[in-house]
């Protein structure tokens, strides 16, 4: 449909944009859920290559998280720069990643989830890129404030996480 009650919806959320294109088309499309589990934010990775835009959300501040329960059952958290490096550790077996999005992508959900569950160490594993490095410096300088254990994780050979695995790397290294 055009119009009606359910397009002014889709179109109030985000997920239609004004000229009733969806937003992640072509996407690869993860819910964020709030600590209800509700979904409160969608976010989007385009599949073709060459799109100018390659990361998508809905508009409006990011809320929600993925991977929340890791910080409820493991002492070491891994904070990633996407959502698609934290995967890639998921698939490579390490199951405790929770991704932020993006370099200032460090949110008052995430914030909220170390101090509730007090993980006993955290890592930061943003690119290896100048903004992921100053990014994974300032985080966690913030969070050693706050009284975490925080360290900068340095990827060996690789752009981030996901080209890191895709490679050749080993959870070994």
Same mark, same amino acid.
């Given at each position: ?31 964020? $859920?709030?600590?209800? &589990?509700?979904?409160? @934010?969608?976010?989007? #990775?385009?599949?073709?290559?060459? *799109?100018? +835009?390659?990361? $998508?959300y809905?508009? &409006?501040?990011?809320r @929600?998280?993925?991977? #929340?329960?890791?910080?409820?059952? *493991?002492? +070491?958290?891994?904070l ?5 490096d934290?995967?890639?550790?998921h ?5 405790? *990643? ?8 460090f949110?008052?959900?995430h ?58 790397g080993?959870?070994?290294?």
């Amino acid at each position: 449909p055009t119009e009606g009650p359910i397009v002014a919806a889709l179109q109030q959320l985000g997920i239609l944009t004004d000229k009733h294109k969806e937003l992640l088309h072509n996407c690869v499309t993860v819910p964020l $859920l709030d600590a209800d &589990g509700n979904t409160v @934010g969608m976010y989007g #990775r385009r599949i073709d290559d060459g *799109a100018k +835009t390659r990361h $998508l959300y809905l508009p &409006g501040p990011r809320r @929600g998280l993925v991977n #929340r329960q890791a910080a409820a059952t *493991a002492e +070491t958290i891994i904070l990633t720069e996407s959502i698609i490096d934290a995967i890639s550790l998921h698939q490579n077996g390490f199951l405790n *990643a929770i991704p932020l999005y993006g370099t200032n992508g460090f949110t008052e959900d995430h914030l909220a989830l170390l101090q509730e569950k007090r993980p006993q160490r955290i890592l930061l594993c943003l690119d290896n890129d100048e903004s992921g490095r100053r990014a994974a410096m300032e985080i966690a300088e913030k969070l050693k404030a706050l009284g975490f254990p925080a360290e900068v994780v340095a990827l060996p050979r690789a752009k981030d996480i996901n080209e890191y695995f895709l490679t050749g790397g080993t959870k070994e290294e």
